[in-house]
């Protein structure tokens, strides 16, 4: 599904409370600096909202979303969205989670039915994995 991938490409990944913008394919000074202030080299941003793009309610994707945030109690996290070009696509609520491992992203995206995730690590650039055949 060529849409939903393009939609995923040109989402704006953006934490809360900062100027932080996160774009697929373009480096980003300010979050590698982010990820020094934190001695950390690796993050992901994923959320557990519509899984596999289906649309859920406000409540159920917040629950989701507070049950993500346990999981990742033992990690520095950031709240941020995904939002896209689509307006008609409600943004997000997303973690961006520094220190994760490509692997245990991976997994945490799979565990929350998402289709893709963003990854990368320091001095890098955002990476979407894709987690199922879209």
Avoid: C
């Avoid at 994923?46 to 999981?71: D, M």
């Avoid at 609520?93 to 490509?102: A, E, F, M, P, R």
Wanted: glycine fraction near 6%; proline fraction near 2%.
């Amino acid at each position: 599904m060529t849409e939903l991938l393009d939609a995923y490409k040109n989402t704006n990944y953006k934490i809360n409370n900062t100027d932080l913008v996160i774009k697929i394919g373009v480096k980003n000074e300010r979050l590698d600096a982010l990820l020094r202030s934190l001695n950390a080299t690796t993050w992901a941003f994923i959320t557990a909202f519509n899984p596999y793009s289906k649309e859920l309610s406000k409540v159920e994707n917040l629950s989701r979303h507070e049950e993500s945030k346990k999981q990742m109690a033992n990690y520095t996290v950031y709240e941020g969205e995904g939002a896209g070009e689509d307006k008609s696509w409600t943004p997000e609520t997303s973690l961006l989670i520094i220190g994760i491992s490509q692997k245990e992203a991976i997994a945490t995206g799979n565990y929350f039915e998402q289709n893709a995730i963003v990854v990368g690590e320091i001095n890098g650039i955002p990476e979407l994995k894709i987690l199922t055949s879209i």
